[in-house]
């Protein structure tokens, strides 16, 4: 069975990254809002700017464990860059990163929330959310198991 410190290994054999598993662990949760980005077959500016607010928001999550500025900036960085390439390889990565956090939200079923705090602000600040965006939050909520948790405009 995948879990994130397998996928972990196999994703920085192939893009070494400057990132504990912890750090990665919270990347990887946010992986869905990459795929909810890339529901409607395009990456467009809204969309660009969207990415960059998750970008500050998962770096920033960083400063209350002490992370200084120049950290938490090198950190979003890694974040940009390693989202901008999942984007551009998603058909390698979406099975293995779904399948991967299968098993972590099974084991650490209080980390859910955070995917649905990400799948709920998406909904939220996309004015024109359309039918794809919305058929990929109810795969999302279907195979990562969030159906216990209510979405303000995505019901499962």
Same mark, same amino acid.
């Given at each position: 069975?995948?879990? =994130?410190?397998?996928?972990?290994?196999? #994703?920085?054999?192939?893009?070494?990254?400057? !990132?504990?598993?912890?750090?990665?662990?919270?990347?990887?949760?946010?992986?869905?809002? /990459?795929?909810?980005? +890339?529901?409607?077959?395009?990456?467009?500016?809204?969309?660009? /700017?969207?990415?960059?607010?998750?970008?500050?928001?998962?770096?920033?999550?960083?400063?209350?464990?002490?992370?200084?500025?120049?950290? /938490?900036?090198?950190?979003?960085?890694?974040?940009?860059?390693e989202?901008?390439? +999942?984007?551009?390889?998603?058909?390698?990565?979406?099975?293995? #990163? =779904?399948?991967a956090?299968?098993?972590? !939200?099974?084991?650490?079923?209080?980390?859910?929330?955070?995917?649905?705090?990400?799948l709920?602000?998406?909904?939220?600040?996309?004015?024109?959310?359309?039918?794809?965006?919305?058929?990929?939050?109810?795969?999302?909520?279907?195979?990562?198991?969030?159906?216990?948790?209510?979405?303000?405009?995505?019901?499962?």
């Amino acid at each position: 069975m995948l879990n =994130i410190e397998k996928l972990y290994e196999h #994703y920085t054999q192939e893009r070494p990254l400057n !990132l504990s598993i912890e750090q990665f662990t919270l990347f990887a949760e946010f992986f869905p809002a /990459v795929l909810i980005i +890339l529901s409607d077959g395009f990456f467009d500016q809204k969309e660009k /700017v969207y990415l960059q607010k998750l970008v500050k928001c998962l770096g920033d999550s960083f400063i209350q464990d002490g992370f200084g500025a120049k950290r /938490v900036q090198e950190l979003q960085s890694i974040f940009a860059q390693e989202f901008e390439y +999942l984007i551009q390889n998603i058909d390698k990565w979406k099975e293995l #990163y =779904i399948r991967a956090l299968q098993n972590h !939200l099974t084991n650490f079923p209080e980390n859910k929330e955070t995917i649905l705090d990400t799948l709920n602000l998406f909904a939220e600040t996309s004015q024109d959310f359309n039918e794809s965006e919305e058929n990929m939050v109810k795969y999302l909520v279907r195979e990562l198991h969030l159906i216990e948790g209510e979405l303000s405009r995505i019901s499962p």
